[in-house]
Every structure is written in C-alpha cells, then in structure tokens.
C-alpha cells in the first residue's frame, strides 16, 4: 500500500513504527465521519459519547506512545476527555453561531428548557448588553449553558481527584503499576489541559454567569504561564473553582 501523503505517512509510522493501536485510531476517525455533517446532538449524553470517542482516544494514544498503561490512568484521562469535549461545545457555540449559523447544543437540553435552536441561533448571533434587561429566551439560553458546564466540571473535578491517586497509589487497581515513576512523571503532562478547561469553566460562570456572549474569548495572557509553571512544577492542575 502506497501513502501519498505526509499524514498518511505519519499514521503509518505511529500504527506499526511505534505500535499504537489501531482501535483508537478507528474510534477516533469513525466518531468524525459520524458527526461530520455538524448537526447538533440529540442528547447530552451522545455530546459525552462523541467527546470520549475523539477526545479521550487521543489522550490514549498519547499514553500509548510514553508506553503507559494503566487502568487507573486510562480511567482519569477518560474524565478528561469528556470534560475536554463538552468545554469545546461551549466554547465554540458563539463562533460557530454567528460564522457558520451552526448550533451543535444538545436537543434534550433545549427541549427541557423550553428555547428553540431557531431561537438559540437568534440568541448567540446578538450581543447581549448589560444594560438591557434578561428576556425568558436569555434566561433558557443560560440554563442550558449551565447544565452543560456543571457535567463539564463534575468530570473536570473527577480527573483531578483520579490523577491526584494515581500518581500516589491510593486505591489503585494495580499493585503497583499506578504509582510508578513513569505514571508519577507523564500524568501531570498529560492533565495540562485541564488548566484551560478550568479557565474556561471559571469565566463562564463567574464573568457570563453562564452568558456565552458575556465571556471574552480572547485567551487569558497568564494561561502559557500557568501551562508552563505547572509543567515544570510536575503536579496535577487544579479543577475549576466554580
């Protein structure tokens, strides 16, 4: 088989060269041809499923590649993984609403609350001014945007707690495997994004009050900071505040 291209190529060298699994990478491609249409979820729970499938596979891979494996780092990256996912699906809702007229929010969720996506649409492409007073349709539109981030958070905090044993052992499935050097060496690595997660998560509720238009998406200047001072500290990030 002939690979033409320079990514055909490197997924070549990382399947057999290095001996990743093929499994996650399948997961991964099938969960993107799937959702490739950019039609919103029908459930949060299927959002979950999609995070897990593209986000945790790569945190896998990568965890492949160091030569790591243990259950109780998989069982923390999945955590992470999942909260990655849903922090991207809030994030990226303005953009996608007034560049692309795309919403991706779960149905369920507008269901439970009462707003349409016509209305969701309408909601994200306008700026929300703090002077003008909150109708019932930016009240809904916050509720959802709260029951998404407060799943995002409890799945942030998890990963966090899970790290925090894995490195040390505690009530650890291995023996000893989940406190070795290599697990206590790349697991803080691996967390690292659990810093812009938490950042997010911290603005949307404390700058939005769960108002996505409310909340500037400029990168915080402080985050390759923070990202740097905790990769050289070597310890897990700390969750969300909020």
């Known amino acids: 088989m002939k690979y033409h291209t320079a990514l055909e190529r490197e997924l070549k ?13 399948h997961k991964l491609i099938s969960a993107r041809e799937m959702h490739f249409n950019e039609c919103a979820f029908d459930t949060l729970e299927s959002a979950l499923v999609y995070a897990e499938a593209t986000n945790t596979s790569i945190h896998y891979l990568l965890c492949e590649a160091y030569g790591l494996r ?10 992470l993984g999942r909260a990655q996912g849903l922090v991207y699906l809030l994030r990226g809702a ?21 707003v349409t996506q ?10 929300q001014s703090a002077s003008c007073p909150a109708t019932a349709a930016d009240n ?11 799943v995002a958070h409890r799945h942030a ?8 044993e894995a490195c040390t052992g505690k009530n650890a499935r291995e023996t000893e495997a989940a406190a070795d050097s290599l697990t206590r060496t790349l697991l803080p690595r691996l967390l690292l994004p659990l810093i812009p997660i938490s950042d997010y998560l911290d603005r949307l509720a404390e700058q939005g009050n769960f108002d996505p238009r409310k909340v500037d998406e400029r990168v915080s200047g402080t985050l390759p900071f923070r990202l740097s001072w905790s990769a050289w500290r070597n310890v897990i990030p700390s969750g969300p505040r909020t």
């Open 118 to 127: 016509e209305s969701v649409l309408r909601l994200l492409r306008s700026d």
């Open 157 to 164: 905090i998890k990963a966090v707690k899970l790290g925090e």
């Open 13 to 25: 060298e990382s399947a057999l060269g290095i001996r990743l699994s093929k499994y996650h990478f």
């Open 70 to 79: 243990s259950l109780a780092v998989d069982h923390t990256l999945s955590h």
């Open 94 to 114: 303005v953009p996608l609403a007034r560049r692309r007229r795309t919403i991706l929010l779960p149905l369920d969720l507008l269901s439970k609350h009462h």
């Open 140 to 150: 809904s539109l916050c509720d959802v945007f709260h029951d998404i981030a407060s």
